[in-house]
């Protein structure tokens, strides 16, 4: 299970932000010029991928409300949706085709709405997998069962290591688990949309759908199902140790366009009307902040702008 892997993403993050504000960023930069930046490379560990048709379960875990919960299955069924209009979110997806074995097709299934916090508000790893097994009974294709978490339900590990993880239980069946950072960690787990809690304390941008929380947590859905495809048993596609790896996406954290550095997304959209920053579009025109992902053609984060 790669349950560690945001933690990696922070430390990088921060390494990285360290070294370019260090006194000696001027001798850095000239050295740079003077050697060859390597290609990202995710090593192919043999292991089975997700491919064809995957339904993807939902469980509500908290008082989501209605609208918060159309923004998250508005960018699920934009996953494979037919539009494609410029930087689609479809077009976001179909990286994963270029990955050995082909295109992977999803489809929302079931959603399960738990307002009654039936386990408690504290969730242990054992727990979010429990609630995960409530997903996925009596489906027929394969599935990954997702855990959504609300803004006041605590889960060990998050904020402080993981913003959403993803496993398998026997090693066959995928489930993940974002939470809600909104109230408890907007700086560690819902940036650009916040500040971050260390690093350059620029202004942070306009979240596309209002909600700093649901927008952040498009961001880390985004992030983990790309992962679960791609290395769903911890032996597909990643770099570093299994069990901290760098994945599909976690492998090109912070960067959402063109030019992005430690700090700086990158160049993304602006909505004039509204202010919002976006760089991808989803059914019923929904618009939505999407992480760069590696793309094993070209061995380089993918971006849509």
């Not at 921060?14 to 070294?19: E, G, P, R």
């Not at 930069?29 to 192919?44: D, E, G, M, N």
């Not at 989501?64 to 494609?84: A, C």
């Not at 949309?193 to 880390?220: A, C, E, K, R």
Request: hydrophobic residues 35%; contains cysteine.
């Amino acid at each position: 299970m790669a349950s560690n892997y945001h933690l990696a993403i922070w430390v990088s993050f921060f390494l990285t932000l360290s070294t370019l504000l260090s006194p000696c960023t001027a001798t850095t930069r000239k050295l740079s010029a003077l050697v060859q930046q390597q290609p990202l490379v995710l090593k192919y560990h043999r292991g089975p991928l997700l491919k064809g048709n995957l339904t993807v379960n939902l469980v509500w875990y908290g008082k989501f409300s209605p609208n918060q919960r159309s923004i998250l299955v508005d960018f699920l069924q934009s996953l494979s949706s037919l539009q494609s209009p410029p930087r689609s979110v479809s077009s976001w997806w179909q990286t994963t085709a270029t990955y050995i074995g082909g295109p992977c097709t999803v489809v929302v299934g079931s959603q399960i709405v738990d307002q009654s916090y039936s386990l408690g508000k504290t969730l242990t790893d054992q727990k979010l997998a429990t609630l995960a097994a409530k997903g996925s009974k009596g489906s027929k294709n394969a599935a990954i069962d997702v855990v959504l978490t609300d803004a006041d339900v605590a889960v060990d590990g998050f904020c402080m290591s993981r913003c959403a993880n993803h496993g398998s239980s026997g090693g066959r069946s995928a489930y993940a688990w974002v939470g809600n950072p909104g109230k408890q960690c907007p700086g560690q787990c819902a940036w650009p949309f916040h500040q971050p809690i260390y690093g350059p304390q620029t202004p942070p941008l306009v979240s596309p759908n209002g909600d700093v929380g649901i927008d952040g947590m498009i961001i880390n859905l985004a992030t983990v199902l790309a992962g679960t495809v791609t290395n769903p048993f911890d032996n597909g596609y990643f770099q570093g140790p299994a069990d901290g790896a760098l994945e599909a996406v976690s492998a090109c954290t912070g960067i959402f366009g063109k030019g992005a550095y430690p700090g700086y997304p990158g160049e993304v959209v602006l909505d004039k009307t509204t202010g919002a920053s976006y760089n991808a579009i989803g059914v019923r025109g929904r618009k939505y902040l999407l992480p760069a992902m590696w793309d094993p053609k070209t061995s380089t984060c993918k971006t849509l702008v």
